[in-house]
C-alpha cells in the first residue's frame, strides 16, 4: 500500500504543479480532494498513530504561520501542500523536502534574475519545485 500512496501522492502533486504554473493559485477543491486521499492513505500506512500525523503537519504549520506574519510570502497552498506532505512523509522527510525545494527555487530565482527574466518582486509558483524536491527525498 505505501508504493500506491507514494505514487498517488506524485500524481497530485504533478497535476497540482501544472496548475500552479499556470493560474499560480490552486484550487480549493484540489486541495481538499487531495486532504482526503493523503489523509486516508497516511491513516492507513500508521495503523491509525494520530501522534505521527500531527508531528508530521508541524512543518507545514510553522511554515503557515510564517507565511501569515510576512503576508504570504508563502502562499497558503503551498502551505498546504507541505502539510500534506508532512502527514504522509512523517517530520523528518518534510524537512528534507522543504529544504531541497527551497534550494531548488533559489537556484531558479537567482537564474531568471542573472538572465533578467523576472524582476525581484515576481513570485514564482512553489508546488514544481515541491514536486521536484518529493522525487528526490522518496524515489531516490
Known amino acids: 500500500m ?5 505514487i498517488s501522492i506524485f500524481l497530485f502533486l504533478v497535476v497540482c ?3 500552479d504554473l499556470k493560474k499560480r493559485s490552486l484550487p480549493m477543491w484540489l486541495l481538499w480532494a487531495g486532504s482526503l486521499g493523503v489523509l486516508l492513505i497516511s491513516l492507513w500506512n500508521t495503523r491509525l498513530n494520530l501522534f505521527s500525523l500531527f508531528q508530521g503537519a508541524v512543518p507545514g504549520i510553522v511554515l503557515g504561520i510564517i507565511s501569515w506574519i510576512t503576508r504570504e510570502a508563502v502562499g ?3 502551505v498546504w501542500i507541505i502539510t500534506l506532505l508532512g502527514i504522509y512523509l512523517g517530520i523528518w522527510d518534510t524537512v528534507t523536502l522543504v529544504c531541497i525545494a527551497f534550494f531548488f527555487s533559489s537556484i ?3 537564474g531568471c534574475l542573472v538572465w533578467k527574466k523576472f524582476r525581484r518582486d515576481t513570485r514564482i509558483p512553489f508546488v514544481p519545485f515541491l514536486t521536484a524536491a ?6 531516490l
Not at 505505501?2 to 507514494?6: C, K, L, P
Request: no cysteine; proline share 0%.
Open 2 to 6: 505505501r508504493t500506491v500512496g507514494t
Open 134 to 139: 518529493y522525487v528526490g527525498v522518496v524515489f
Open 17 to 19: 504543479a501544472a496548475i
Open 76 to 78: 497558503y497552498g503551498d
Open 108 to 110: 531558479a530565482a537567482v
